[in-house]
């Protein structure tokens, strides 16, 4: 609720698939080559040209539709969006009007620690436009068609959010699922996830309000600031006593703004019409089970095993869970290994995300390996070396493909175990710091915590911390 009005988000969500060819025709979909070199005769719409349908883009469609618990169509077609752009030669788009290949599903989302479920309505083939060039070395602008026929799923949610944090985390599943399934390379830089955002609101109680949609928000954080800016100037409105216009807007994400593109008066009509030039899309029965088959054990099943198998918390399980590459890295040291769980994931979100930020990279892309991390929690909890000299280790062979062995041994980090020779060094130290001794004895406990940070100075850190204090407590005692 925001100042009393409830607040209703649907979003339309493109996720550019990561084929190796396009949707109608051989040219590579790839992205950031020379421009207008990754095109040809159908791509660019020359009129006599015949698509045909690339069906991996079928079998990843379908797989979204089984993580996302949609029935799948088995018999489809494909229709003609028709509208003018110079992005689009051909004038049409070729997607899905009346039947999309999957549809009624829905996804589980985490916002606050609750879980709800957003409905899906539909999935849908389709294909993507070119890109129009600004700059402000040449006057008008230039196209590249290279993005023309990049094969995209279209996923349409029902207006289940009430919040922008709701359409977030409904997006960063949608991100995380496409990630696990292989088919997105998720690169939101590059546009490969776009979305189109309806929002409305109205009093509880009331029927919905009119929605305006907002088109061209590229990033998730622009997303939320979208939709917290459409919420306020559709209130203003209303508390004035206006109306909200049925329209289309879009989001200005550099000045915070959305500004009115057309009203539904001047709406479009894409004539849509059956597609001509391809044939009816027929998938038989197994494959769509044969691809089911396929689907690994997805983010929201893995957060709820970390939790409940593990004992993480709720914030470390997501964390992890909707990282593919840190999830496949967890269990990889999980399973067949009895370091703590635990360890593994203070690990993975302290040291290595530290690591991954700093150098915009995934676990993955070091030379850190999960067998490594075992080895190196194996040997810290052994108490061979300290949690200092582990980190020590960690940054090195996260970047060096050295043995754990041959550090500790080069760098001298074993650490010092053997009780006649902390023995020897806390002897040494009680008798330069009588003060502190008889500060003990009188009462004040803090004084042994100084005297440990004494024996582990005169040790150069190498002493066995816990060791070393019950050496202490026990000389004191005597
Ligand atoms: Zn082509």
């Given at each position: 609720?925001?100042?009393?009005y ?5 979003l ?5 698939l990561?084929t190796?060819?396009?949707i ?8 950031g ?7 040809c005769?159908?791509c ?8 045909t349908?690339n069906?991996k ?7 979204m539709g089984h ?11 494909q ?6 752009y110079?992005?689009l030669?051909?004038a049409y ?6 039947v ?10 985490y916002v606050?620690?609750e ?10 083939i389709e ?7 600004h ?22 949610s029902?207006?289940d ?5 709701e359409?977030?985390a409904y997006?960063?599943?949608?991100k995380?699922?496409l990630?696990?399934?292989?088919i ?5 830089q590059e ?10 609101v ?6 919905f309000?009119?929605r305006?949609?907002m ?17 306020n ?9 206006g109306?909200?216009?049925?329209e ?8 915070g ?21 391809l ?5 038989d ?5 044969a ?7 997805l983010?929201?099943?893995k ?5 409940k198998?593990?004992?993480?918390s709720?914030k ?17 040291c ?10 593994v ?12 930020n700093a150098n ?10 999960p067998?490594?991390?075992v080895?190196?929690?194996k ?5 061979k ?7 020590t280790?960690?940054d090195?062979i ?25 023995e020897?060094?806390?002897d ?6 009588e003060?502190?001794?008889?500060d003990?004895k009188n009462?004040?406990?803090n ?12 040790s ?15 000389k004191?005692?005597?």
């Open positions: 609720m925001v100042e009393g409830e607040v209703v988000i649907g339309e969500t493109h996720a550019e990561n190796e060819s396009k109608y025709c051989s040219c590579k979909n790839q992205f080559l020379e421009v207008n070199t990754q095109v005769p159908v660019m719409g020359m009129p006599g040209a015949l698509p349908l069906e883009v079928v079998d990843y469609a379908i797989k993580a996302l618990n949609c029935t799948i169509n088995p018999v489809c077609k229709d003609r969006k028709n509208y003018f110079p992005d030669p051909k788009q070729i997607s899905q009007a009346e999309p290949l999957c549809q009624n599903g829905y996804v589980d989302i606050d620690g879980e709800k479920r957003i409905g899906i309505t539909r999935i849908h294909e993507d436009a070119g890109k129009l060039l700059s402000d070395k040449f006057s008008g602008s230039l196209v590249d068609l290279n993005r023309c026929g990049v094969p995209l799923i279209e996923i349409v029902e207006p959010m009430r919040s922008s944090s359409a977030k997006l960063e599943t949608l995380s699922i990630q696990y399934l292989g997105c390379d998720c690169k939101m546009g490969s996830i776009r979305c189109d955002v309806n929002v409305s109205h009093k509880p109680g009331e029927p309000g009119t305006s949609e088109k061209n928000v590229n990033s998730f954080s622009a997303a939320v600031r979208g939709i917290d800016y459409e919420v100037r559709q209130i203003e409105i209303l508390k004035a006593g109306k909200v216009e049925q289309t807007r879009r989001w200005d994400d550099q000045k703004i959305s500004v009115s593109m057309r009203s539904k008066e001047d709406a479009q009509d894409y004539r849509y019409f059956p597609e001509p030039d044939l009816t899309i027929v998938v029965k197994e494959r769509i089970d691809l089911k088959a396929e689907i690994p054990e983010p929201n099943k957060l709820i095993r970390y939790i198998e593990y004992g993480l709720l470390e399980a997501t964390a992890i869970s909707e990282n593919v590459d840190k999830a496949g890295f967890f269990d990889e999980v399973n067949n290994s009895n370091v703590s769980p635990k360890s994931c203070n690990w993975l979100l302290g040291d290595i995300a530290k690591y991954e915009n990279i995934s676990v993955r892309d070091t030379l850190l390996t067998s490594k991390l080895e190196l929690i040997i810290i909890d052994s108490g070396i300290s949690n200092a000299a582990g980190k280790v960690f090195i996260i970047t060096k493909d050295e043995s754990i062995s041959d550090i500790i041994e080069s760098k001298s980090l074993a650490q010092i175990s053997d009780a006649s020779a902390l020897s060094i806390a040494e130290v009680l008798s330069q710091n003060k502190s001794v008889n003990y009462g004040k406990t004084a042994l915590g100084f005297l440990v940070g004494q024996c582990m100075k005169a150069k850190g190498k002493a066995n911390p816990s060791i070393m204090k019950e050496i202490i407590v026990k004191l005692s005597e």
